[in-house]
């Protein structure tokens, strides 16, 4: 196949030899963005939109995430979520001054009170651990499990020969 025709698959496609094959790593800056870390009041209302009014303490502070884009974090005031921050995201267009809500939401920080990490139910579940002290069968009933002994059986019915009106 020579550089002037298209590639037939995509499995084909070649970088030209004057072009770079590699993209620039995305870095994240040292520096907040000045017109987003200044944008508190947006962020703010951002996230008293979806939290209200109570439930948004007080500027945890401003972290850049890219260039052109802040993530602002606010003290979480709700019950049952402590150590848990809201966040807003902000984002500008290069040489903008207005500042634009990307991405809204709440997260646990450090030390915040999260759920365990799940663990699958063969790890969980041990032998003894049942009320009666008996191991688990494997379709999942106890061995001892009457329930399982004492359903009935479902009732089958067979149509009589010539009562069916389909033939």
């Avoid at 200044?38 to 972290?63: K, M, P």
């Avoid at 365990?116 to 379709?139: C, F, K, T």
Wanted: net charge negative; glycine share 10%; with cysteine.
């Amino acid at each position: 196949m020579s550089s002037t025709e298209p590639p037939e698959s995509p499995g084909e496609l070649q970088s030209l030899p004057d072009s770079p094959s590699k993209r620039r790593a995305v870095r994240r800056p040292s520096k907040a963005d000045a017109v987003l870390a200044a944008a508190v009041d947006t962020a703010r209302s951002g996230v008293l939109q979806i939290a209200g009014d109570n439930a948004v303490g007080e500027h945890l502070g401003a972290f850049p995430e890219a260039e052109r884009l802040v993530t602002h974090r606010f003290a979480a005031d709700v019950p049952g979520y402590g150590g848990w921050v809201w966040f807003a995201t902000l984002a500008r267009v290069p040489r903008g001054k207005d500042a634009t809500v990307c991405e809204l939401g709440l997260l646990p920080a450090e030390g915040a009170l999260v759920a365990p990490d799940w663990v699958p139910w063969a790890e969980r579940v041990l032998p003894g651990d049942s009320p009666q002290g008996e191991d688990a069968a494997p379709n999942g009933s106890s061995s001892g499990d009457v329930r399982a002994a004492e359903s009935p059986e479902p009732e089958t019915t067979e149509p009589s020969g010539g009562d069916s009106p389909v033939a």
